[in-house]
């Protein structure tokens, strides 16, 4: 066994659902793999493209984001480390979906499709965990997609904020990886809404930034603000 392989094996960041694999079937997926770095702004896969390979997200985060009948970018979700992403083209067109940009230097896994799916054929528990990951990330997407279209714009900037502080770096206290009109674009609304809306959460003593550097004061009374819209 070579050494690549013996540091898959050993690999600090496997996912949940590698967790299933039996030292062979593991084997089998490092040898289909190609271990690399993405810099910060570079494309992971892009959408429309011919689907050979998933990426798999050891450190950094990816922001996903689809093209609509406008020629506008309309961004999904931000993808944090042990992430899967190209999953959509597993089973559908070979084509990818969406594209995936680096909003940080990141360290990935690419790997071939057919090995993937092979794996998912012979080893339930491993099928059945990506399967519960994607029927997840479906049910983020549906409760996204309400909230955009019945809550007002504080009640969206609240739950941008408590996001990215909750989900994607657990701590109040974070550097935001989107521009005022990214975050527009995430939540649905315009750039001037957001800068004002945030404006107002300082002003009120809910929250302080500077830049793009932000800490919550009172989470609190940002979670009342998610949760009345």
């Known amino acids: 066994m070579n050494n690549e392989l013996k540091k898959c094996l050993k690999c600090e960041a496997i996912s949940g659902a590698c967790k299933n694999l039996s030292e062979q079937e593991l084997i089998n997926l490092a040898s289909a793999c190609i271990s690399t770095t993405v810099k910060k702004g570079d494309i992971v896969f892009r959408e429309g493209n011919v689907a050979v390979y998933i990426a798999y997200i050891k450190t950094g985060l990816v922001k996903e984001t689809m093209t609509g009948p406008g020629g506008k970018d309309q961004i999904f979700r931000i993808l944090i480390k042990k992430s899967y992403i190209g999953m959509t083209s597993l089973l559908g067109n070979k084509v990818y979906h969406y594209t995936y940009t680096a909003l940080t230097d990141l360290s990935v896994c690419y790997i071939e499709q057919e090995t993937f799916i092979n794996l998912m054929k012979i080893n339930g528990e491993f099928s059945l965990y990506i399967m519960k990951s994607l029927c997840h990330d479906h049910l983020i997407a549906s409760y996204k997609l309400v909230n955009q279209s019945q809550k007002k714009i504080y009640g969206k900037v609240a739950d941008a904020l408590l996001y990215f502080s909750g989900f994607i770096f657990e701590k109040k206290t974070f550097d935001l990886p989107l521009s005022r009109k990214e975050i527009a674009n995430l939540i649905g609304t315009s750039r ?37 819209g």
Not at 211 to 221: G, Y
């Open 192 to 228: 001037e809404s957001v800068i004002r809306t945030l404006q107002a959460f300082q002003k009120e003593g809910i929250i302080v930034f500077k830049n793009n550097k932000f800490k919550i004061l009172k989470h609190k009374q940002l979670q009342n603000i998610s949760k009345n």
